[in-house]
């Protein structure tokens, strides 16, 4: 049997492009999405694919006894992407609001990883990956919830990757920075959810973040495609020595050096230009 993979949010982007370049690479994939619709546009494009709601722990639950029922109880790797981001200012996000990005963004991706790493330990290897953000070590105004869901995970990544020494069983980040996918859109629909506008000190920053979320395209000129992923994705499943973070893009990798050698508020200067 090839090797099986579990992928989370598989409905589009980077988790769409590579389920199938997985699957047309040989592997055992199992995409899943959030949405029944979703999981069946994907089984009809020939992937083997579930629902799973990274927001609930009985679907996460369900989601891997079907796994296991799928691949023999045999897993090699999880690549956890699904997840959305949550705009607005922090003192106008109620706390439910950032429950719900934790949720899905933090808690879910925990509760699913400590689900299948028994399958990996019992088979004395496995691979990990988690899909991160340049928003995971440099943060961007009107972005706090997502901000503090990625660098929790940066942080549960790094813990993991040391308890894990020994075990034959490997955990990378993957770190896009700007990619063209349907995030803007998932985005405006949260900030509609949560954030009251009109009350807000940020009423007229809030106009200019509408207007980029509702674009089409990011218009950004550093913006590259899904299709970017994978490789760095190939090269965390394959390698002998998986790096522990990939950076894809530019700006991924300028902020990653000016952390390290900037003031912090040299720093937060070019951030703010940024945002």
Request: include cysteine; charged fraction near 20%.
């Amino acid at each position: 049997m090839s090797k099986a993979i579990l992928i989370t949010g598989c409905s589009s982007g980077i988790g769409y492009v590579t389920a199938h370049a997985l699957h047309q690479r040989g592997y055992h994939v199992i995409a899943s999405c959030r949405s029944e619709q979703d999981v069946l546009r994907l089984q009809q494009e020939g992937l083997t694919s579930i629902q799973l709601d990274l927001s609930s722990v009985e679907s996460i639950d369900a989601a891997v006894e079907k796994t296991i029922a799928l691949t023999d109880g045999k897993l090699y790797a999880l690549f956890n992407n699904g997840a959305y981001g949550q705009p607005g200012a922090l003192e106008d996000l109620p706390v439910e609001g950032l429950k719900a990005q934790f949720e899905t963004n933090f808690f879910g991706w925990h509760h699913l990883v400590c689900k299948v790493l028994p399958l990996m330990r019992q088979q004395d290897e496995g691979r990990i990956v988690q899909n991160s953000s340049v928003l995971g070590f440099a943060a961007m105004k009107y972005r706090g919830a997502y901000n503090a869901s990625k660098f929790a995970l940066e942080g549960w990544t790094d813990t993991l990757r040391l308890e894990l020494t020994g075990s034959n069983i490997h955990i990378s980040l993957i770190e896009p920075g700007p990619i063209e996918t349907r995030f803007r859109a998932n985005a405006l629909q949260a900030f509609h959810q949560w954030i009251e506008i009109d009350t807000s000190v940020h009423k007229d920053a809030y106009q200019q973040q509408i207007a980029r979320l509702e674009k089409e395209s990011s218009n950004n000129a550093f913006v590259l495609p899904a299709e970017s992923c994978i490789a760095p994705v190939l090269h965390a499943l394959e390698a002998k020595k998986p790096k522990i973070r990939y950076r894809i893009t530019k700006p991924t990798k300028v902020f990653a050096i000016l952390k390290r050698i900037l003031p912090t508020a040299w720093l937060d200067k070019i951030l703010l230009k940024a945002a």
